[in-house]
Protein backbone atom coordinates (compact mmCIF):
# COMPACT_ATOMS: atom_id res chain seq x y z
CA UNK A 1 0.00 0.00 0.00
CA UNK A 2 2.60 2.88 0.68
CA UNK A 3 5.63 1.28 -1.02
CA UNK A 4 6.85 1.99 -4.36
CA UNK A 5 4.35 4.09 -7.10
CA UNK A 6 1.68 5.71 -4.96
CA UNK A 7 -0.69 4.86 -7.78
CA UNK A 8 -3.77 3.99 -6.88
CA UNK A 9 -5.12 2.43 -10.29
CA UNK A 10 -1.96 0.48 -10.53
CA UNK A 11 -2.06 -0.82 -7.33
CA UNK A 12 -5.27 -2.04 -8.07
CA UNK A 13 -3.64 -3.59 -11.14
CA UNK A 14 -1.44 -5.79 -8.85
CA UNK A 15 -4.69 -6.76 -6.53
CA UNK A 16 -6.40 -7.70 -9.72
CA UNK A 17 -3.22 -10.20 -10.51
CA UNK A 18 -3.29 -11.22 -7.00
CA UNK A 19 -6.96 -12.69 -6.93
CA UNK A 20 -6.47 -14.29 -10.02
CA UNK A 21 -4.53 -16.45 -8.58
CA UNK A 22 -6.55 -16.84 -5.59
CA UNK A 23 -9.63 -17.48 -7.78
CA UNK A 24 -7.22 -20.24 -9.62
CA UNK A 25 -7.22 -21.88 -6.20
CA UNK A 26 -10.73 -21.86 -5.66
CA UNK A 27 -11.66 -23.17 -9.00
CA UNK A 28 -9.71 -26.43 -7.94
CA UNK A 29 -11.66 -26.47 -4.97
CA UNK A 30 -8.43 -25.48 -2.95
CA UNK A 31 -9.55 -22.96 -0.08
CA UNK A 32 -6.24 -22.62 2.08
CA UNK A 33 -4.21 -20.93 2.24
CA UNK A 34 -6.08 -18.64 -0.16
CA UNK A 35 -9.13 -17.88 1.46
CA UNK A 36 -7.30 -16.84 4.85
CA UNK A 37 -5.03 -14.75 3.25
CA UNK A 38 -8.27 -12.62 0.96
CA UNK A 39 -10.17 -12.45 4.87
CA UNK A 40 -7.44 -11.42 6.59
CA UNK A 41 -6.57 -8.50 4.25
CA UNK A 42 -10.19 -7.86 3.72
CA UNK A 43 -10.38 -6.98 7.30
CA UNK A 44 -7.01 -5.12 7.36
CA UNK A 45 -8.54 -2.97 4.81
CA UNK A 46 -12.17 -2.56 6.79
CA UNK A 47 -10.15 -1.64 9.68
CA UNK A 48 -7.58 0.92 7.70
CA UNK A 49 -10.66 2.71 6.03
CA UNK A 50 -12.71 3.25 9.51
CA UNK A 51 -9.66 4.50 10.97
CA UNK A 52 -8.94 6.80 8.29
CA UNK A 53 -12.65 8.14 9.15
CA UNK A 54 -12.47 8.34 12.86
CA UNK A 55 -9.00 9.74 13.12
CA UNK A 56 -9.49 12.80 11.16
CA UNK A 57 -9.66 14.74 14.07
CA UNK A 58 -6.80 13.85 15.32
CA UNK A 59 -4.88 15.64 12.26
CA UNK A 60 -3.76 14.16 8.72
CA UNK A 61 -2.64 10.46 8.35
CA UNK A 62 1.19 10.79 7.72
CA UNK A 63 1.62 6.78 7.54
CA UNK A 64 0.90 3.77 8.86
CA UNK A 65 1.79 1.39 12.30
CA UNK A 66 1.44 -1.88 10.74
CA UNK A 67 2.39 -3.45 14.24
CA UNK A 68 -0.73 -1.68 15.95
CA UNK A 69 -2.49 -1.43 12.28
CA UNK A 70 -3.13 2.56 12.77
CA UNK A 71 -2.24 5.33 11.12
CA UNK A 72 0.42 8.23 12.25
CA UNK A 73 -0.90 11.40 12.44
CA UNK A 74 -0.10 15.63 12.25
CA UNK A 75 -1.85 18.22 12.74
CA UNK A 76 -0.85 19.90 9.07
CA UNK A 77 -1.30 19.44 5.77
CA UNK A 78 1.75 17.66 4.86
CA UNK A 79 -0.37 14.41 4.42
CA UNK A 80 -3.37 15.51 2.42
CA UNK A 81 -1.81 13.45 -0.45
CA UNK A 82 -1.53 10.21 1.14
CA UNK A 83 -4.62 10.74 3.11
CA UNK A 84 -6.20 10.91 0.09
CA UNK A 85 -4.28 8.16 -2.38
CA UNK A 86 -4.80 5.53 0.75
CA UNK A 87 -8.92 6.62 0.90
CA UNK A 88 -8.96 5.66 -2.75
CA UNK A 89 -6.85 3.06 -3.14
CA UNK A 90 -8.99 1.01 -0.36
CA UNK A 91 -12.12 1.99 -1.88
CA UNK A 92 -11.03 0.73 -5.14
CA UNK A 93 -9.52 -3.18 -3.55
CA UNK A 94 -12.59 -3.53 -1.03
CA UNK A 95 -15.31 -4.42 -3.55
CA UNK A 96 -12.74 -6.83 -5.30
CA UNK A 97 -12.09 -8.41 -2.05
CA UNK A 98 -15.27 -8.80 -0.70
CA UNK A 99 -16.23 -10.61 -4.30
CA UNK A 100 -13.55 -13.03 -3.96
CA UNK A 101 -14.53 -13.35 -0.49
CA UNK A 102 -17.91 -14.07 -0.92
CA UNK A 103 -16.75 -16.34 -3.74
CA UNK A 104 -14.60 -18.40 -1.23
CA UNK A 105 -17.25 -18.51 1.59
CA UNK A 106 -19.81 -19.96 -0.64
CA UNK A 107 -17.66 -22.64 -1.70
CA UNK A 108 -16.45 -23.35 2.20
CA UNK A 109 -20.49 -24.06 2.83
CA UNK A 110 -21.02 -26.31 -0.23
CA UNK A 111 -18.27 -28.48 1.08
CA UNK A 112 -18.83 -28.09 4.88
CA UNK A 113 -22.47 -29.13 4.33
CA UNK A 114 -21.24 -32.57 2.38
CA UNK A 115 -19.08 -33.39 5.50
CA UNK A 116 -20.29 -35.79 7.88
CA UNK A 117 -18.70 -35.33 10.98
CA UNK A 118 -19.11 -37.58 14.22
CA UNK A 119 -17.85 -38.81 17.26
CA UNK A 120 -16.50 -42.31 17.23
CA UNK A 121 -17.56 -44.67 20.35
CA UNK A 122 -18.11 -43.50 23.74
CA UNK A 123 -16.30 -39.74 24.37
CA UNK A 124 -14.60 -39.46 27.51
CA UNK A 125 -15.19 -36.69 29.91
CA UNK A 126 -11.63 -35.12 29.47
CA UNK A 127 -11.46 -34.32 25.57
CA UNK A 128 -8.25 -32.18 25.49
CA UNK A 129 -6.65 -35.34 24.00
CA UNK A 130 -8.05 -37.56 21.12
CA UNK A 131 -8.00 -38.23 17.82
CA UNK A 132 -9.30 -37.14 14.59
CA UNK A 133 -9.93 -39.04 11.42
CA UNK A 134 -10.41 -37.46 8.31
CA UNK A 135 -11.63 -39.70 4.91
CA UNK A 136 -11.52 -38.59 1.58
CA UNK A 137 -13.98 -40.40 -1.32
CA UNK A 138 -15.81 -43.30 -2.31
CA UNK A 139 -16.42 -46.53 -0.59
CA UNK A 140 -13.20 -48.67 -1.70
CA UNK A 141 -11.46 -45.79 -2.45
CA UNK A 142 -11.07 -43.63 0.35
CA UNK A 143 -7.65 -41.90 1.72
CA UNK A 144 -7.18 -41.60 5.86
CA UNK A 145 -5.49 -39.24 7.41
CA UNK A 146 -5.36 -39.61 11.12
CA UNK A 147 -4.21 -36.89 13.55
CA UNK A 148 -3.54 -36.31 17.13
CA UNK A 149 -5.33 -33.71 19.03
CA UNK A 150 -4.14 -31.38 21.90
CA UNK A 151 -6.85 -28.18 23.05
CA UNK A 152 -5.19 -25.74 24.94
CA UNK A 153 -6.12 -22.60 26.38
CA UNK A 154 -3.21 -19.64 25.83
CA UNK A 155 -3.53 -15.96 27.10
CA UNK A 156 -2.76 -12.67 24.50
CA UNK A 157 -2.85 -9.57 25.63
CA UNK A 158 -5.40 -10.32 28.75
CA UNK A 159 -7.61 -12.45 26.51
CA UNK A 160 -8.36 -16.05 26.49
CA UNK A 161 -7.81 -18.30 23.47
CA UNK A 162 -8.32 -21.98 22.71
CA UNK A 163 -5.77 -23.62 21.00
CA UNK A 164 -5.77 -27.04 18.64
CA UNK A 165 -2.73 -28.90 17.57
CA UNK A 166 -2.74 -31.45 15.41
CA UNK A 167 -0.38 -34.14 15.01
CA UNK A 168 -0.64 -36.27 11.55
CA UNK A 169 -0.04 -40.08 12.86
CA UNK A 170 -0.67 -41.69 9.57
CA UNK A 171 -2.06 -41.55 6.04
CA UNK A 172 -2.85 -43.60 3.31
CA UNK A 173 -5.28 -45.98 1.35
CA UNK A 174 -8.47 -47.08 3.80
CA UNK A 175 -9.48 -50.85 2.86
CA UNK A 176 -13.17 -51.86 2.12
CA UNK A 177 -13.37 -53.83 4.99
CA UNK A 178 -11.87 -51.41 7.72
CA UNK A 179 -14.06 -48.71 9.38
CA UNK A 180 -13.79 -45.45 11.64
CA UNK A 181 -14.04 -47.54 15.21
CA UNK A 182 -11.39 -49.86 13.75
CA UNK A 183 -9.21 -47.36 12.98
CA UNK A 184 -9.51 -46.12 16.86
CA UNK A 185 -8.85 -48.96 17.95
CA UNK A 186 -5.34 -50.03 16.19
CA UNK A 187 -4.61 -46.02 17.32
CA UNK A 188 -5.24 -47.18 20.80
CA UNK A 189 -2.73 -50.25 20.68
CA UNK A 190 -0.33 -47.90 18.91
CA UNK A 191 -0.12 -45.30 21.03
CA UNK A 192 -0.94 -46.32 24.90
CA UNK A 193 -0.41 -43.27 26.44
CA UNK A 194 -3.61 -42.31 25.77
CA UNK A 195 -5.97 -44.90 26.80
CA UNK A 196 -9.14 -43.29 26.45
CA UNK A 197 -8.90 -40.79 24.06
CA UNK A 198 -11.64 -38.81 22.56
CA UNK A 199 -12.16 -39.71 18.64
CA UNK A 200 -13.68 -38.05 15.84
CA UNK A 201 -14.58 -38.66 12.17
CA UNK A 202 -14.84 -36.15 9.49
CA UNK A 203 -15.69 -38.09 6.05
CA UNK A 204 -16.64 -36.52 2.25
CA UNK A 205 -17.27 -38.22 -0.35
CA UNK A 206 -15.92 -35.54 -2.73
CA UNK A 207 -12.53 -35.66 -4.19
CA UNK A 208 -11.68 -32.54 -3.04
CA UNK A 209 -8.03 -31.62 -1.70
CA UNK A 210 -7.61 -32.94 1.67
CA UNK A 211 -4.71 -30.66 3.30
CA UNK A 212 -5.86 -26.97 1.84
CA UNK A 213 -9.65 -27.68 1.90
CA UNK A 214 -11.62 -30.92 4.25
CA UNK A 215 -8.58 -30.54 6.68
CA UNK A 216 -9.38 -26.93 7.62
CA UNK A 217 -13.38 -28.01 7.93
CA UNK A 218 -13.08 -30.88 9.50
CA UNK A 219 -10.42 -28.90 12.18
CA UNK A 220 -13.32 -25.98 12.92
CA UNK A 221 -15.98 -28.61 13.32
CA UNK A 222 -13.56 -30.36 15.53
CA UNK A 223 -13.08 -26.95 17.53
CA UNK A 224 -16.84 -26.87 17.82
CA UNK A 225 -17.21 -29.91 19.45
CA UNK A 226 -14.80 -29.50 21.97
CA UNK A 227 -14.77 -25.83 22.61
CA UNK A 228 -17.57 -26.25 25.44
CA UNK A 229 -15.85 -29.03 27.16
Known amino acids: MTEGL???EYKEYILLAWLQKVK???SRTMLYPSLAHVIR?????TRLRAALESGKEQG???GIDWTKMQFT???TSSGQALESYLTELISRALPHLTSTMEDGKDLYDLIDEQVEFSPIGVQPLNMNEGYL???RGK???RQLKSFRFTKSRIERGGDAFLELQLKCLES???SRLETPESVKWNLMRSHRDLPQPAVFHAHLEWEVPLDPTLLPIARRRLLREIAQC
Open 133 to 135: LVT
Open 172 to 174: RRI
Open 60 to 62: TAT
Open 41 to 45: HHREL
Open 6 to 8: LDP
Open 73 to 75: REA
Open 139 to 141: HGA
Open 24 to 26: ADL
